[in-house]
């Protein structure tokens, strides 16, 4: 599955962004989807991630409660709404793919993902 990550920006601190992620159509939900993120100088770190059929969601404990992932299968789409954004939130975020079999999963591990996405910037100013 091909993937394009929409809706990156500059946003001050406190403010929100919704970022999007559109993949191809074929077998989109037979994907669990994953957001992750990639400061300068450090590594890919995990942000969130959604089952295939969407009920199940798993969040880093740096965004808990503050973000949420969301899919949309019949429009083969994966948001990633951000609120409460703070200056630690500056990274390069990137949408993941993995094929799985059971829908209930979701993986938090950049290594797990198959397909990955160009990635879009955020930046949160102070």
């Known amino acids: 599955v091909q993937l394009q990550a929409f809706g990156g920006g500059l946003v001050q601190a406190g403010g929100s962004l919704r970022l999007a992620c559109a993949g191809s159509r074929r077998n989109f939900n037979q994907h669990a989807m994953g957001w992750f993120r990639q400061a300068p100088g450090k590594e890919r770190e995990f942000v969130a991630a959604?089952?295939?059929?969407?009920?199940?969601?798993g969040y880093a404990d740096s965004v808990k409660g503050r973000f949420t992932i969301s899919r949309d299968n019949a429009r083969s789409t994966v948001a990633l709404q951000m609120n409460g954004l703070k200056s630690e939130d500056t990274a390069v975020y990137y949408c993941?793919?993995?094929?799985?079999?059971?829908?209930?999963?979701?993986?938090?591990?950049?290594?797990?993902?198959?397909?990955w996405g160009q990635g879009t910037q955020v930046t949160v100013s102070s």
């Open positions: 959604i089952s295939r059929n969407g009920y199940n969601t």
């Open positions: 993941a793919a993995i094929y799985v079999r059971r829908p209930e999963i979701v993986y938090d591990t950049p290594n797990d993902y198959q397909y």
